[in-house]
């Protein structure tokens, strides 16, 4: 009972979020579309065509050659020549900003928010260096969702990223999107309307709302595809530096910039650190003075990364261990993920899809060139780990999931038989593809903040955030945006701590609400099987997941961020 009157307060909660975001979005609404008019003047609805052999060939290709790429750190510096910026120490006392004198950025950190960061301080004649802790600049993660809102950001970075973009993107907002039962389900013990395997419950138009603010519907591209055309085309060559993960800084006082020092002793100096290091960010660690084990190197999205098994074990240990050091709440999912050269059955109606559960949910995607991306989140502690593949248990992810979502009788441990859709991605997954991982988030930081001094942290560093939005990336590629713009009104370094505080104050709200509603949405989704058997709570649940959703996307697709 006390889950159920929780979940229905969430309930709740997400009708006030719904009313909340369209009265934003109508007092903003005039400005956004302004600015989006201009930039999107020619915009056409998407019409969708299926894959020609040459596309799905271009799409897989692409990625091979871009994680190549990243593997063989094309793009990054290898050796240093000790003449770099970053060595040379700061003024004395606060100076004047000009083009001759730009500001100087550090930025922790080489994943999505990095380096959308690193190129819009760059557009605006910065000099930027960007500190990247991994070995080897390997893609973390699967494809991601690049929705209109980001977009819209990237195009006001770079013309030509977002072009590139474009072109290697697969368009998902062409084909519908929503919520399924996963298995034969009744609404009032039983007495109700029937559910189905497969049905669905909720269906949703993200083209509409992203054509009326006039910003280009969401495509998907795969990781290190945007990590190389950020590299390429977004910053100078050489300006991400691998191995080098930040130990500590210290300020020099207002106006006078920092002097950071990596773990390898190599000592740096700027005028602003960007922390755009994940959600175990070292940045954020030193600002809030947390813990020593508050911060290490762990991936924080959903969709897996490339880990050997032996990392990802030991992860899963370090993570609850960091998660308690850091204030980062676990959020009762485990989650396994894949993305398998597969054309799916229902590719050209479907771009995404949940299969609702009881304690678990199965979600897919496209991620274009005829590949399906997948998640299956179950509910249990933090920190498990499968066993490991041997010549005798060669398959032991792939035999959790085929009996935690089995479509056949006698059905999962709660005696469900799933809809076939997740078997079907499942079966055409190898093992060796299939990652596992624990999913955090955390409360916003409206208290201790983003910034301090000459520092600021931006993405999953400030608002880590469930993966129901798909709006991680997409709001860490916004605070890139503007944090660039703000540092751009800077005219004196004694101006600095100002224009991030201003930063920080026009991004929370947005980041905030988006963070609640993430969560919000998480737990609806898991406790949706108890809401479902309880007379007028689950058509209510499903009436107010179809009538917020236009509002929420409204919310979430604008070009003022």
């Known amino acids: 009972m006390k889950r159920f009157l929780s979940t229905s307060v969430s309930a709740l909660l997400l009708l006030e979020a719904a009313t909340a975001f369209q009265s934003l979005h109508t007092a903003t609404s005039r400005t956004a579309t302004s600015t989006s008019s201009q930039l999107f003047a020619t915009l056409e609805a998407p019409v969708r065509q299926p894959e020609s052999p040459d596309r799905v060939q271009e799409v897989r290709q692409r990625f091979r050659k871009a994680a190549e790429d990243a593997a063989n750190a094309k793009g990054c510096v290898t050796t240093d020549t000790g003449d770099e910026w970053w060595r040379q120490p700061l003024d004395a006392e606060p100076r004047a900003v000009t083009a001759d004198r730009p500001l100087r950025v550090l930025v922790a950190g080489g994943g999505v928010a990095g380096l959308v960061t690193a190129a819009a301080c760059h557009a605006q004649g910065m000099e930027v260096a960007i500190f990247e802790q991994a070995s080897s600049y390997a893609p973390y993660g699967g494809p991601i969702q690049i929705q209109s809102n980001a977009l819209a950001a990237i195009r006001q970075i770079s013309e030509t990223c977002y072009q590139e973009l474009l072109k290697a993107g697969t368009v998902t907002a062409d084909r519908v999107s929503g919520l399924k039962i996963g298995y034969k389900k009744g609404v009032f013990l039983g007495l109700g309307e029937q559910f189905e395997k497969g049905d669905w419950l909720v269906r949703f138009d993200t083209l509409q709302p992203a054509l009326q603010a006039g910003l280009?519907?969401?495509?998907?591209?795969?990781?290190?595809?945007?990590?190389?055309?950020?590299?390429?085309?977004?910053?100078?060559?050489?300006?991400?530096?691998?191995?080098?993960?930040?130990?500590?800084?210290?300020?020099?006082?207002?106006?006078?910039?920092?002097?950071?020092?990596?773990?390898?002793?190599?000592?740096?100096?700027?005028?602003?650190?960007?922390?755009?290091?994940?959600?175990?960010?070292?940045v954020r660690r030193i600002m809030h003075d947390l813990d020593n084990g508050a911060d290490g190197f762990a991936a924080s999205g959903a969709a897996g990364g490339a880990l050997n098994e032996a990392e990802a074990r030991r992860m899963a240990k370090d993570s609850v261990?960091?998660?308690?050091?850091?204030?980062?709440?676990?959020?009762?999912?485990?989650?396994?993920?894949?993305?398998?050269?597969?054309?799916?059955?229902?590719?050209?109606?479907?771009?995404?899809?949940?299969?609702?559960?009881?304690?678990?949910?199965?979600?897919?995607?496209?991620?274009?060139?005829?590949?399906?991306?997948?998640?299956?989140?179950?509910?249990?502690?933090?920190?498990?780990?499968?066993?490991?593949?041997?010549?005798?248990?060669?398959?032991?992810k792939l035999d959790r999931l085929l009996n935690e979502f089995n479509n056949q009788e006698p059905g999962d441990q709660n005696g469900d038989v799933w809809d076939g859709f997740a078997h079907e991605l499942f079966r055409a997954t190898p093992e060796a593809d299939i990652k596992r991982r624990d999913?955090?988030?955390?409360?916003?930081?409206?208290?201790?903040?983003?910034?301090?001094?000459?520092?600021?942290?931006?993405?999953?560093?400030?608002?880590?955030?469930?993966?129901?939005?798909?709006?991680?990336?997409?709001?860490?590629?916004?605070?890139?945006?503007?944090?660039?713009?703000?540092?751009?009104?800077?005219?004196?370094t004694a101006d600095i701590e100002g224009a991030l505080n201003t930063y920080y104050s026009k991004r929370i709200p947005r980041t905030t609400i988006i963070q609640i509603l993430a969560q919000l949405g998480s737990d609806l989704l898991v406790d949706f099987d108890k809401m479902m058997t309880i007379p007028l709570v689950g058509p209510f649940f499903l009436y107010m997941t179809q009538f917020s959703m236009p509002f929420i996307l409204r919310f979430l697709y604008t070009a003022k961020f």
């Open 216 to 282: 280009p519907a969401t495509v998907v591209v795969d990781r290190p595809v945007i990590q190389q055309i950020l590299l390429e085309h977004g910053i100078p060559e050489g300006t991400v530096r691998i191995k080098s993960r930040i130990a500590n800084y210290e300020e020099l006082g207002p106006g006078k910039g920092l002097k950071v020092v990596l773990e390898d002793g190599t000592i740096a100096y700027a005028d602003v650190l960007v922390g755009a290091d994940g959600i175990w960010s070292s």
């Open 439 to 492: 999913l955090y988030d955390g409360s916003p930081l409206i208290t201790k903040g983003w910034t301090k001094g000459h520092v600021a942290i931006c993405g999953d560093a400030a608002h880590p955030m469930m993966p129901n939005l798909g709006q991680g990336g997409c709001q860490a590629t916004e605070d890139g945006y503007r944090l660039a713009q703000e540092l751009a009104t800077v005219s004196n």
């Open 321 to 396: 261990l960091m998660a308690s050091n850091a204030n980062r709440r676990y959020s009762g999912f485990t989650c396994y993920a894949a993305l398998t050269e597969h054309k799916a059955s229902n590719i050209e109606e479907v771009s995404y899809q949940i299969l609702l559960g009881k304690d678990k949910y199965f979600v897919s995607t496209d991620g274009g060139g005829e590949r399906q991306q997948w998640f299956a989140l179950i509910r249990e502690d933090p920190g498990g780990v499968d066993p490991e593949a041997t010549p005798e248990n060669p398959t032991p």
